[in-house]
């Protein structure tokens, strides 16, 4: 498949002639992505590809603002004062993939199950809805169990992103692996190791969209061989590339972007394992390491060092460019460790990437621990099995990212509620007094519809998740993308290029 092939698209009476040219290629170190399919994916890295066969509910711009032109809704509104009461309205003849209409009841069957697949991903995104009605073809109304102000942004993530009611039916299962959506590319293989293919949806509903012919994944690739094939020509764009190799990338003629994001790179640590139960531990590893220097080292600079704690300056109205958090204090580890009863030191296992900018980045935490006589045991492994194992409660951490979103509210509550996908890693007793401050927390964040109370209730939720120290947060990573020039995208505040609609094009 070259990536130079050209086609053009069939056009409607209603629907201008989309010109084509070639498709995106990217290579990827990981052997697979953890699903296919929005609700039951968990990894980071599937968000290149859910957001390419599917479009969401409620969609949003470059602004990371709900945007009606890019949304499966054509308008959306609360219709009552306590905002209790939400009424979505379809966009007309919009079908999935497998023909299906994308009507009211779709919506209904496809947000149920996001709301309560017991081994979805997205149920915490969608806890306060508490029925969801088809009032007519093209219309659903939602009742909620309290205000939920972060709702419309997140239904353009994961929970938001419909899928056939049909696959459903005949195999929920069978989603995961073949997804069915209404994005405008469309599923046509997966082959574990090797690649991911989707392309160009025909009968997409956006005029003149989409302007590639697909977008394919050459998966189980080193670091050496990624670069090597984008200077071959054989891929077409890369995504995080090693900084080491920025220069030789530019030499090459190609052309490399990078975005502020609030991607943050941290620790995953389960606060119910040892020795995580003990919190002067957390805090003691949260204040061992400089983290501008790991990313002047490592990274060369690309990245913000996360003294801010969730809340880094791309958060933007929810930054405080006041607050500092953990910032290396060498007397406050030395503290931790006391009134942990560890004066010397501790040990512990942690999983890593076998992916060498990751070992680098933590083979560097490691030698900051080790100054505190604290010892990190690395077992380094591919993707998705050092993560997986994490989540499996067969590892008690494992150092790795966390995706951003439209609403940094997301991942918080993604890694830190507890009732989220992540539950089994925040204290089980339910009177601990770090967990009765974050469940507040996010709790009073949920219903801050004006933007003063919500700076606020944000700040104290921040403050929170700091002190009880549940990981650590190393570094908010830039986006980072080297394509040849002519290929062109917009890399949205939240990391993504949106590979879906019509923000994606290759020149000729």
Not at 1 to 19: G, L, R, V, W, Y
Not at 239 to 268: C, F, I, Q
Not at 433 to 461: I, S, W
Request: no cysteine; net charge negative; glycine share 8%.
């Amino acid at each position: 498949m070259a990536a130079s092939s050209a086609a053009t698209a069939a056009a409607t009476e209603d629907q201008p002639e989309a010109i084509r040219n070639g498709w995106i290629i990217q290579g990827w170190s990981t052997n697979s992505f953890s699903q296919l399919d929005p609700v039951t994916g968990s990894g980071g890295d599937d968000h290149q590809h859910i957001r390419v066969g599917h479009d969401s509910i409620v969609g949003y711009n470059p602004d990371l603002v709900p945007d009606a032109s890019r949304s499966l809704a054509a308008n959306w509104e609360i219709a009552d004062p306590e905002g209790l009461t939400l009424v979505f309205t379809q966009k007309p003849d919009v079908r999935f993939h497998d023909g299906t209409p994308v009507n009211g009841e779709a919506v209904k069957i496809s947000m149920d199950r996001a709301r309560t697949l017991e081994v979805g991903n997205t149920r915490a995104d969608m806890q306060y809805v508490e029925n969801i009605e088809v009032t007519d073809e093209l219309t659903t109304t939602w009742s909620m169990s309290q205000p939920f102000a972060p709702l419309f942004r997140i239904l353009g993530m994961r929970a938001g992103m419909l899928v056939s009611p049909k696959k459903i039916a005949e195999s929920d299962d069978f989603l995961n692996r073949e997804p069915t959506g209404a994005g405008a590319h469309k599923f046509v293989e997966e082959v574990d190791g090797d690649r991911v293919v989707f392309e160009a949806n025909d009968d997409y509903w956006k005029p003149n969209a989409p302007l590639v012919n697909g977008v394919r994944w050459e998966l189980g690739l080193s670091e050496e061989q990624i670069t090597n094939a984008l200077l071959a020509g054989d891929t077409n764009v890369r995504l995080y590339p090693d900084p080491a190799t920025l220069t030789t990338l530019e030499d090459a003629g190609l052309v490399v972007r990078s975005k502020p994001t609030n991607y943050l790179h941290r620790y995953w640590i389960n606060s119910n394992m040892e020795p995580w139960t003990n919190p002067h531990l957390r805090r003691a590893v949260n204040w061992a390491v400089d983290k501008q220097a790991l990313v002047d080292v490592v990274w060369n600079g690309i990245g913000t060092p996360a003294h801010w704690g969730w809340l880094g300056p791309a958060t933007g109205p929810d930054h405080d460019p006041n607050y500092e958090g953990y910032v290396k204090n060498p007397d406050k580890v030395r503290e931790e460790l006391a009134l942990a009863g560890f004066p010397d030191g501790f040990e512990f296992d942690m999983n890593s990437f076998d992916f060498a900018t990751w070992i680098a980045r933590d083979e560097f935490i490691q030698a900051q621990l080790a100054e505190f006589g604290i010892v990190v045991n690395l077992d380094t492994k591919p993707s998705p099995a050092f993560w997986l194992e994490y989540f499996d409660l067969e590892a008690s951490g494992h150092s790795s990212t966390m995706s951003t979103s439209a609403d940094v509210y997301w991942q918080m509550a993604w890694v830190h509620d507890p009732l989220g996908p992540h539950a089994f890693g925040v204290p089980e007793d339910p009177n601990d007094p770090d967990r009765v401050a974050v469940t507040a927390g996010l709790q009073a964040v949920a219903q801050a519809f004006d933007p003063d109370e919500r700076f606020t209730e944000m700040q104290k939720l921040n403050r929170a998740l700091d002190e009880a120290a549940w990981g650590a947060n190393w570094f908010y990573r830039w986006a980072v993308y080297a394509h040849p020039e002519e290929v062109e995208f917009e890399i949205f505040p939240d990391g993504y290029a949106n590979w879906g609609q019509d923000n994606v094009r290759i020149n000729a």
